[in-house]
C-alpha cells in the first residue's frame, strides 16, 4: 500500500510543478533567487527596467543584470498582489519581493507567442512607503 501513495503523492506534486501557472512560477523563480531558470522564461529580448535603468536587452544581458540585482539583495519572500489572467495570450503581475536588504515591486508580462508562453517585460522598483 505505501508505494502507491509514494507513487501517487510523486505524480501530484509533478504535474503540479509541470503545470503550474505562470505567474505564479515566475514568482517562485524570484523568490529563490533563480536567475539562470528565471531567465529561460524570457522571449529572444525583454524589456527590463532594474531600479531606474530601463532598458531592451537579450536573455544574456537579463540574466547579467539580474544576477547583480539578487547578488545586492537577497530574497526574503513573495507576494502575489496583482494578478490579471482573464486573457490566456497576455498574463500580468505585480508582486513584493521582500530582501534582506529592502522591499521591492516587481511587475512582469507574459505574452502568448507561437504557444510559448513568454516573458516580454519586467520592472523592479523600490518599493514606496505607505
Do not use: C, W
Amino acid at each position: 500500500m505505501k508505494p502507491i501513495v509514494s507513487t501517487l503523492l510523486f505524480f501530484t506534486v509533478f504535474t503540479g510543478v509541470l503545470f503550474a501557472d505562470p505567474i505564479d512560477k515566475i514568482a517562485a523563480l524570484l523568490q529563490q533567487g533563480q536567475v539562470h531558470e528565471l531567465v529561460k522564461q524570457f522571449s529572444a529580448s525583454v524589456e527590463l527596467s532594474i531600479l531606474d535603468d530601463e532598458k531592451v536587452v537579450s536573455k544574456a544581458q537579463a540574466e547579467n543584470m539580474l544576477s547583480a540585482f539578487f547578488t545586492t539583495n537577497k530574497p526574503v519572500s513573495v507576494k502575489v498582489i496583482h494578478r490579471m489572467n482573464t486573457n490566456p495570450n497576455l498574463l500580468y503581475a505585480v508582486i513584493q519581493l521582500r530582501t534582506a536588504s529592502g522591499n521591492f515591486r516587481i511587475s512582469y508580462s507574459i505574452k502568448n507567442t507561437n504557444g510559448n508562453q513568454e516573458l516580454t517585460e519586467m520592472r523592479i522598483e523600490s518599493e514606496k512607503d505607505q
